[in-house]
T-cell receptor, first 112, second 111 residues
Framework: KQEVTQIPAALSVPEGENLVLNCSFT??????LQWFRQDPGKGLTSLLL?????REQTSGRLNASLDKSSGRSTLYIAASQPGDSATYLC???????????FGSGTRLLVRP | NAGVTQTPKFRVLKTGQSMTLLCAQD?????MYWYRQDPGMGLRLIHY???????AKGEVPDGYNVSRLKKQNFLLGLESAAPSQTSVYFC??????????FGSGTRLTVV
């Protein structure tokens, strides 16, 4: 059974820092991996989608990498801002299913 | 460019009452999903559909029913609400090869 783990559970950094959020999964037979952002009381906003054949994706200050063989993905946020404060979720879709399996998220606070 | 729209956004039910949550998407996605999100439990799949007229059970289907009579709509029904169904419900849709798009959620309280 696929398990998705996100470390750390919470992170507090001063504004301007570069930071890395980690996501690991136990079964490497994934179809794709998606990073989401969730603000308190709101829905999920898709940030980046990495197909299993890709190594990384970039959008603005965000860069997500994928290493299928080791079961890891990282989300790199450059020059963090207070507006980046949110919970970040990673989710994997397996080859054999359309369903997403979510990690428990990393709650990020960027202090002014 | 609405994406995925959920109605209602908030609802309070009494135990034993029934209700239907509506999800509508305008992206012509084949696949649609209903998740619930609970503190400490993360997001869990309730039911999903891989096309018009099809539905399937997810991780936590008990107490819920779904219907997909039209490709753009996916309804989630609670026949007899229980306090354990207090949660935030999210609908999502996708193509086979693309990522998910989520709605903004429905916050349901059962008293």
């Amino acid at each position: 059974k696929q398990e998705v783990t996100q470390i750390p559970a919470a992170l507090s950094v001063p504004e301007g820092e570069n930071l890395v959020l980690n996501c690991s999964f136990t079964d490497s037979a994934i179809y794709n991996l998606q990073w989401f952002r969730q603000d308190p009381g709101k829905g999920l906003t898709s940030l980046l989608l990495i197909q299993s054949s890709q190594r990384e994706q970039t959008s603005g200050r965000l860069n997500a990498s994928l290493d299928k063989s080791s079961g890891r993905s990282t989300l790199y946020i450059a020059a963090s801002q207070p507006g980046d404060s949110a919970t970040y979720l990673c989710a994997v879709r397996m080859d054999s299913s359309y369903k997403l399996i979510f990690g428990s998220g990393t709650r990020l606070l960027v202090r002014p | 460019n609405a994406g995925v729209t959920q109605t209602p956004k908030f609802r309070v039910l009494k135990t034993g009452q029934s209700m239907t949550l509506l999800c509508a998407q305008d992206m012509n996605h084949e696949y649609m999903y209903w998740y619930r999100q609970d503190p400490g439990m993360g997001l869990r799949l309730i039911h999903y559909s891989v096309g018009e007229g099809t539905t399937a059970k997810g991780e936590v289907p008990d107490g819920y029913n779904v219907s997909r009579l039209k490709k753009q709509n996916f309804l989630l029904g609670l026949e007899s609400a229980a306090p354990s169904q207090t949660s935030v419900y999210f609908c999502a849709s996708s193509y086979a090869a693309t990522g998910y798009t989520f709605g903004s959620g429905t916050r349901l309280t059962v008293v």
